[in-house]
């Protein structure tokens, strides 16, 4: 589409960007992403998407990203930066804003946090409010969408949340926790960014406040994220937690917040609700009530993870520890790869053989052990079998397992239909190297709440032995079948 706007995209590997870029590609946009990292996005992203390198703190960068660019989304922050996050907020909107007068491009399009100008903000409210005001005053029209909560899996309110009513049955809460927000999902957030586009606006700093339907609590929000989890959780209320203690608490029950906690819990106490609804007539449909969104999220978080392979999803990150697992969403995973000398189809047909009177290639007294307890607890066992030998269909059985994906030769899942407090999965995956390959095996636990943590914990020790062996089983069969005469 010749005709489409000229984007450039600021913020394309962060929680945001990440999930508009495939819809602005898909809508035929040219467009053209900013990142320091560009060996990150250029593996990810269509052909059609050109990737250049640059720094919103370095201005000389911002020259070339800018021509020939009608509109620019700017969707980074600075608040995971250790030192003063402020001063380099201030200082990346004043370059951008700069460069995009200079280059005569004709709108930005901000994401900035909802709270009223009136009242004494937290530094982070505070740092985002000015970002747009720094933006805006350089000359370029600015489109400012201001958010409360944004509700979808990966972003780091909703994490919170989930962290917090996963983790705790019992949740000392402070007087933040009461405090009223209005969240809104992640999908009408993409929806308003993208109408933001075609808006007619002749105010030169135009103020959006978006949210959904309805303002509620933190602990309301948290509480219907436990009911639609199926876990029963209390909250026993306590005045004096400020949010600098709340903040220190977090670090240690969820550490993933450890750099961003303090930041964020701060701004809890001020209420982030929509004032002006001005922005409601944009969209041509409702946006979704706190429960849908909280819905949609959980469902499509089953989705991403059907869709996933843990070899592209992993290796950017670097090697990941096994003990433990690494997360991803409310999933936890312990992965762990191997070379093995032989071609794809000798380790694949290794791998279909799983189970059965093939075994599950190391510690099968410990597998038939399991399945004893299982049986006890009224589960299925491993008495099952198999319906084949050596080949499988999706929907077979495998002792204790069912094949929920196959790709012949290159990918086996299956999940698990024991006893357990949470759902699990057992994963294959085969990369052809030539004169050998790559076999990934991947155990993921989605745990049901505190009781499911323990239990995965608790068996860590066990996943070093036994999948450890496991992979080890498979891929020495694979080797010595190649070795065989034939």
Request: hydrophobic letters at 45%.
């Amino acid at each position: 589409m010749t005709d489409s706007p000229r984007i450039l995209l600021i913020g394309a590997t962060g929680y945001i960007g990440g999930r508009l870029l495939p819809l602005l590609a898909a809508e035929g946009h040219v467009l053209r992403c900013l990142s320091r990292q560009p060996q990150r996005l250029t593996t990810r992203v269509p052909a059609s998407v050109q990737v250049m390198a640059g720094d919103v703190l370095d201005p000389n960068s911002l020259v070339p990203a800018m021509q020939e660019v009608d509109t620019v989304f700017y969707l980074v922050h600075s608040m995971a930066e250790s030192g003063d996050f402020e001063r380099l907020d201030r200082a990346a909107a004043d370059h951008v804003g700069a460069a995009a007068a200079a280059a005569g491009v004709r709108r930005i399009i901000y994401l900035g946090g909802l709270g009223s100008d009136g009242e004494c903000l937290s530094a982070h409210l505070r740092s985002r409010h000015e970002v747009g005001a720094r933006l805006a005053a350089h000359g370029v029209p600015l489109v400012e969408l201001r958010a409360s909560i944004i509700i979808g899996s990966g972003s780091l309110s909703f994490e919170m949340i989930r962290a917090l009513v996963e983790k705790l049955p019992v949740m000392i809460t402070p007087r933040w926790v009461q405090v009223m927000a209005q969240p809104i999902a992640i999908g009408d957030v993409l929806a308003y960014l993208r109408t933001a586009l075609t808006l007619a606006s002749k105010e030169p700093h135009l103020v959006l406040e978006i949210g959904g339907p309805e303002a509620i609590s933190y602990g309301q929000l948290m509480m219907e994220y436990a009911r639609q989890r199926q876990l029963r959780r209390f909250m026993i209320p306590i005045p004096f937690l400020t949010p600098y203690l709340s903040s220190l608490w977090l670090g240690l029950v969820t550490p993933v917040y450890a750099r961003v906690g303090r930041k964020l819990v701060d701004s809890l106490r001020h209420p982030t609700v929509v004032v002006n609804d001005r922005a409601r007539g944009l969209l041509n449909r409702p946006t979704l009530s706190v429960r849908d969104a909280i819905a949609v999220a959980l469902r499509n978080e089953d989705a991403d993870f059907a869709l996933t392979r843990w070899s592209d999803a992993l290796s950017s990150a670097g090697p990941a520890p096994s003990w433990g697992g690494v997360r991803f969403g409310n999933r936890l995973i312990d992965t762990r790869s191997r070379r093995v000398a032989a071609p794809a189809a000798t380790v694949f047909a290794a791998v279909e053989a799983i189970g059965g009177n093939t075994g599950w290639y190391h510690a099968n007294t410990l597998w038939t052990l399991r399945g004893w307890l299982d049986l006890l607890c009224g589960g299925v066992g491993m008495r099952r079998g198999r319906r084949d030998p050596h080949h499988l269909l999706p929907g077979d059985t495998v002792d204790c397992w069912r094949v929920e994906t196959l790709e012949p030769g290159k990918r086996l899942r299956l999940s698990a239909e024991m006893k357990l407090p949470g759902r699990a999965w057992l994963d294959f995956e085969v990369t052809d190297q030539g004169d050998s390959c790559e076999l990934r095996q991947t155990a993921t636990f989605d745990p049901h709440g505190l009781f499911g943590l323990a239990y995965w914990y608790s068996i860590c020790p066990l996943h070093e032995f036994v999948f450890a062996g496991m992979l080890r089983g498979i891929a020495e069969s694979a080797e010595k079948e190649e070795r065989s005469p034939s």
